[in-house]
């Protein structure tokens, strides 16, 4: 069986879609699927390490000034040429689509023609996310439409989780869900027996664009210096926000304690996550976040690192029920409320015995390879039908 996978990003792209298809691309090669990965040209200066196995065919794309594929022109750089590639390559037995709606309406166009079936990885509600960045009706409703159209043409949504699927119900996309989860690639999250730091050090990982609200710990991290000197809040990875957020630090006098990098790998990253003394996270309080989960605390988890998470939705239920003492905590989207739970966890650090058994819990419960195996299965389940 012949499956290919449209995706605008992938490794060796830095972001968790990138990890995660990779697991699904792997799962399918291990049941015997040629599998097909139709991607677009890396970052400048990004080293290429592909799946054995597994056909990475890449093509040019339009990226922003943080070399990464995001808005609608960037979107239809990557979307207009895949219409072409899939029309003109071999015939496939199912398509995989990763989003924005734009690239899963051009598949829905092609699978038609094809007569291909094909499945979503649908993470978000895009339709809503977008009334963050705009507040025209004309786009929106048009969003709205293309997306819904998109995803109602498909065999099966694989989506994040339940409160996600319940909200495409509302939104009149009936189409069969089966509510995955998220997790992290254990292979290279871990924790290796690092020692909380002194001065305490917190880590956001990460996308840190409008609807996260990252700029409440820049906020939060001027209390915390107050009893913590030394302290320093560090973000890896990019967004929209990034320049607002230097420009708070700057304001508040506290830019020499807050720091930002590019996006790393994940095994890098695994190693920074493991020495920090926790993780912070955060969702801004808009309503397509109340079905919007922080998929960040999993590598955390993972890497044997406690989080703290401001912000509505899944992410709170989910580490107020963790069946975990040492999971972290949710905290309201409230700049006291962060600085104090910031501030208790630099008073108490993790002991490493504790960061191995968190980490040995997470990897137990929280595993990719679970998820892609899952995907798979009924994947092929619609294949042979």
């Given at each position: 069986m012949r499956v290919v996978i449209a995706t605008r990003i992938f490794g060796p792209e830095i972001s968790a879609a990138s990890g995660i298809l990779r697991t699904w691309a792997e799962e399918f090669r291990e049941r015997g699927c040629d599998v097909t990965?139709?991607?677009?040209?890396?970052?400048?200066?990004?080293?290429?390490?592909?799946?054995?196995?597994?056909?990475?065919?890449?093509?040019?794309?339009?990226?922003?000034?943080?070399?990464?594929v995001r808005g609608y022109l960037s979107y239809l750089s990557f979307d207009i040429p895949l219409a072409f590639r899939l029309l003109f390559s071999r015939r496939a037995d199912l398509y995989v689509v990763e989003p924005p709606p734009t690239t899963v309406a051009v598949v829905r166009v092609v699978a038609a023609l094809r007569r291909t079936p094909y499945v979503v990885r649908a993470?978000?509600?895009?339709?809503?996310?977008?009334e963050m960045v705009t507040s025209s009706r004309l786009i929106l409703g048009v969003l709205r439409r293309v997306e819904a159209w998109g995803l109602s043409g498909a065999m099966m949504l694989f989506s994040a989780?339940?409160?996600?699927t319940d909200r495409f119900r509302i939104a009149g996309i009936m189409t069969p869900a089966v509510p995955i989860g998220f997790g992290a690639e254990t292979k290279d999250f871990r924790y290796d027996g690092q020692a909380?730091?002194?001065p305490p050090v917190?880590?956001?990982?990460?996308?840190?664009?409008?609807?996260?609200?990252?700029?409440?710990?820049?906020?939060?991290?001027h209390q915390v210096l107050h009893q913590h000197p030394g302290a320093r809040l560090e973000y890896y990875g990019n967004g929209e926000d990034r320049e607002e957020m230097q420009a708070k630090a700057r304001g508040l006098g506290i830019e020499k304690s807050v720091e930002f990098y590019a996006p790393i790998p994940p095994a890098a990253l695994s190693t920074i996550l493991a020495a920090a003394t926790a993780t912070v996270?955060?969702?801004?309080?808009?309503?397509?976040?109340?079905?919007?989960?922080?998929?960040?605390?999993?590598?955390?988890?993972a890497a044997?690192?406690?989080?703290?998470?401001?912000?509505?939705?899944?992410?709170?239920?989910?580490?107020?029920?963790?069946?975990?003492?040492?999971?972290?905590?949710?905290?309201?989207?409230?700049?006291?409320?962060?600085?104090?739970?910031?501030?208790?966890?630099?008073?108490?650090?993790l002991p490493p015995p504790d960061r191995a058994e968190l980490a040995k819990w997470s990897s137990g419960q929280f595993s990719l390879s679970a998820i892609a195996e899952r995907v798979v299965d009924e994947s092929l389940a619609i294949i042979r039908t």
């Open positions: 990965i139709l991607t677009a040209k890396p970052p400048r200066g990004a080293v290429i390490d592909d799946p054995r196995g597994i056909e990475v065919r890449r093509a040019p794309v339009k990226r922003d000034r943080q070399q990464y993470a978000d509600y895009w339709s809503e996310a977008a989780h339940q409160p996600l909380p730091p002194e917190f880590i956001y990982a990460g996308t840190h664009s409008e609807w996260h609200g990252a700029g409440i710990f820049v906020e939060a991290m996270a955060s969702l801004a309080p808009v309503p397509r976040n109340n079905y919007a989960l922080a998929t960040k605390v999993y590598a955390s988890l044997g690192c406690p989080v703290i998470f401001a912000g509505p939705g899944p992410t709170v239920e989910f580490l107020r029920q963790a069946d975990h003492p040492y999971a972290g905590v949710a905290v309201g989207y409230d700049v006291d409320e962060a600085a104090t739970a910031m501030n208790a966890a630099a008073a108490a650090p």
